[in-house]
């Protein structure tokens, strides 16, 4: 299985085929490969640790919390053996990158605010407004992308990528 390095090294060779190839359908494709390959690296390391710390033994976060990083939803049981209980249902609760970042700074890391209006955040919200328009189009919709699209998005996965590793591991990542 890849891992977010993976991901990263897959974004920047697709990136280093546009100079090869131009601008144009193929170069277009490489763009639009290399900028979702950025992305994927950053959902890959979130979400590794978000796995990470869901293992940690019982009793150690709120149900709420355990189900914000497992992913499950959490409901008021009205009735039954849990009656009066918050619970898992049983079912998935998909959460936003962003919002998963944010929780994993606040819980884990030295900063205790998530300033959405930095420079970094600034960059992560146009790079996923480019990605969703990606992975959602509609028909009335075009994105534009340039090559430019795709080198920023190489280098705001690895900032937060790093920031991440700085703030909650307190380790420096070395590419």
Known sequence: MP?????????EHLFSRIAGDG??????????????CAWGAIEFFVNGMMEDYASIPQGIFTLHEQGFLEEKQVIFSPKGQFAGEFVFSGKREYRKLEDKITF?????????????????WQKF?????????????????RVSLLPSD???AIAIAKEVIELLALEIWRKKIAW
């Open 104 to 120: 994993l700074l606040k819980k884990f890391g030295k900063i205790k605010e998530t300033n959405r209006g930095s420079g970094l």
């Open 23 to 36: 601008m144009g359908r193929l170069g277009d494709a490489y763009t639009l490969g290399s900028l979702l």
């Open 3 to 11: 891992s977010y390095r993976d991901y990263l090294e897959y974004a």
């Open 125 to 141: 919200e146009k790079m996923k407004e480019k990605r969703d328009a990606i992975v959602h189009p509609r028909r009335n919709s």
């Open 150 to 152: 795709a080198e920023a």
